[in-house]
T-cell receptor
Framework: GAGVSQSPSNKVTEKGKDVELRCDPI?????LYWYRQSLGQGLEFLIY????????KSGLPSDRFSAERTGGSVSTLTIQRTQQEDSAVYLC??????????????FGPGTRLLVL | KQEVTQIPAALSVPEGENLVLNCSFT??????LQWFRQDPGKGLTSLLL?????REQTSGRLNASLDKSSGRSTLYIAASQPGDSATYLC??????????????FGSGTQLTVLP
C-alpha cells in the first residue's frame, strides 16, 4: 500500500512569510509525528497526534509553530513569520496505535524548507 | 533529558568488510531502540527495533544489540555492499506526556562502502 506522503517536497520562502507543510499518513495509522532535521543535526521531535487525544506539543520550538490533524488523518504543520533558522527538512511519520512496546514509525520523504 | 550519541560520524570501508556502528544514550529508561537508514533526499527506513526487554535483533546481514545498563546499542553489518551506503540513525523511544512515544535521535553515522 501507499506509504507516508508529504507535500511540497521542497519549499523556498522569504523571511517573515507563513508556510504550510502537509502530511498524509498511512491509511489506518492513528499516531502521527512531526520531526525536524536541521543541517548537521539529528532529528528533533516536534509534535505528536494520537486519535482524538490532545496532541503532545512538547517539542514545538516556539509559538510560531502549530499543527493540526483533521479527521484523524491528514496533518498540516504551519510555521508563521518564518525565520532563517527554520530552514530544515521536516519529516512526518505515522504508526499504528502504540500498543505495548513494539511500534515502528514509518517516515515520509520530508519537506525541505529554505527560508531566505 | 535523553541524549543519543553516535560514533563515528562518518565511516568508509571497502566492500565485503564487516562493520559496527555505535550508539549510546544517557537515560536507560527507554521503551525501545530503533535503527534507521536514511538515503540522500529520502525519508527514513526502519531497519531494526529492539524492545527494552530484548538484547538483540537480526534481519539478514544486520544485527542490532542493546545493553540498557551501559546505555549502548550497536548495529553490526556483515559483508558490506556498496548499496549499504547511507546514513544510519539510532533512536531511543521514550515516554513523553500521556501515551506519546517520543523518539530521540542521534546525529547519525554516514557510511560509505567502496566497491
Amino acid at each position: 500500500g501507499a506509504g507516508v506522503s508529504q507535500s511540497p517536497s521542497n519549499k523556498v520562502t522569504e523571511k517573515g512569510k507563513d508556510v504550510e507543510l502537509r502530511c498524509d499518513p498511512i491509511s489506518g495509522h492513528t499516531a502521527l509525528y512531526w520531526y525536524r532535521q536541521s543541517l548537521g543535526q539529528g532529528l528533533e521531535f516536534l509534535i505528536y497526534f494520537q486519535g482524538n487525544s490532545a496532541p503532545d506539543k512538547s517539542g514545538l520550538p516556539s509559538d510560531r509553530f502549530s499543527a493540526e490533524r483533521t479527521g484523524g488523518s491528514v496533518s498540516t504543520l504551519t510555521i508563521q513569520r518564518t525565520q532563517q533558522e527554520d530552514s530544515a527538512v521536516y519529516l512526518c511519520a505515522s504508526s499504528l496505535f502504540p500498543r505495548g512496546r513494539q511500534e515502528t514509525q514509518y517516515f515520509g520523504p520530508g519537506t525541505r524548507l529554505l527560508v531566505l | 533529558k535523553q541524549e543519543v550519541t553516535q560514533i563515528p560520524a562518518a565511516l568508509s570501508v571497502p566492500e565485503g568488510e564487516n562493520l559496527v556502528l555505535n550508539c549510546s544514550f544517557t537515560d536507560s529508561a527507554i521503551y525501545n531502540l530503533q535503527w534507521f537508514r536514511q538515503d540522500p533526499g529520502k525519508g527514513l527506513t526502519s531497519l531494526l527495533l529492539i524492545q527494552s526487554s530484548q538484547r538483540e535483533q537480526t534481519s539478514g546481514r544486520l544485527n542490532a544489540s542493546l545493553d540498557k545498563s551501559s546505555g549502548r546499542s550497536t548495529l553490526y553489518i556483515a559483508a558490506s555492499q556498496p548499496g549499504d551506503s547511507a546514513t544510519y540513525l539510532c533512536a531511543a523511544t521514550m515516554f513523553s506526556s500521556g501515551s506519546a512515544r517520543q523518539l530521540t535521535f542521534g546525529s547519525g553515522t554516514q557510511l560509505t562502502v567502496l566497491p
